[in-house]
């Protein structure tokens, strides 16, 4: 199942079941997926208006990187689904001899490193997102500022989100070094990327 081809009733009652995914993560990417939409949105609204005629070059480059954003933000949404159900498979694996708990216990391990690399890239998605959106404050068309606002508001969600699964997943891994470097690099994004989304909601009520 192909979680971003389904209809929005059909993914919230799927999201609203007892089955344990799609969950946290790919929600995370969802709105980072529609965070990007909206400053694409923004940018069309901006694009060919003779008010707007400094940002131009610049709205209709940020509409093109968001729009490849926002695929890539669906992309990973149906990953961190996938990445989660190997987990689940591999603590099915049988432990009835030594043999078989090593191997299971190896494939956690393995599916587990999956399970924090695409939480990472929403992430990283998120805050390359977000500075895309705080390059149009001022040069954007106004009437479309509650529009960006939302934008931020849900792209801080994706990378608040995308960074919840990421420690919950290095709090069971054993390679201690690949923890280590998830926390310092999910830290470092966050550092970046939250005033980021602060400014541009900031700007948008000041704006009203």
Do not use: H
Not at 118 to 147: I, V
């Amino acid at each position: 199942m192909e979680l971003k081809k389904l209809e929005v009733t059909a993914f919230a009652d799927l999201l609203a079941s007892d089955a344990p995914a799609p969950g946290g993560g790919s929600t995370a990417a969802l709105e980072g997926a529609l965070g990007a939409a909206l400053t694409a949105m923004v940018c069309g609204l901006t694009v060919g208006k003779a008010k707007y005629a400094a940002s131009q070059e610049l709205a209709a480059s940020v509409r093109e990187k968001c729009a490849a954003l926002q695929v890539r933000f669906l992309d990973v949404m149906d990953r961190d689904t996938e990445a989660f159900n190997a987990v689940a498979a591999a603590f099915a694996l049988p432990k009835g001899t030594e043999e078989e708990k090593a191997a299971r216990s190896k494939a956690i391990q393995a599916a587990l490193r999956g399970c924090i690399d695409t939480p990472m890239e929403m992430m990283e998605l998120a805050a390359e997102t977000l500075e895309l959106t705080e390059s149009l404050l001022g040069r954007f068309n106004d009437s479309a500022a509650s529009d960006l606002g939302v934008a931020a508001l849900s792209l801080r969600s994706a990378i608040q989100g995308a960074w919840l699964n990421v420690r919950i997943n290095i709090s069971s891994i054993k390679d201690q070094d690949l923890a280590e470097r998830s926390r310092e690099r999910g830290e470092a994004l966050l550092a970046k990327a939250l005033p980021a989304a602060d400014r541009i909601y900031n700007a948008v009520l000041e704006m009203m």
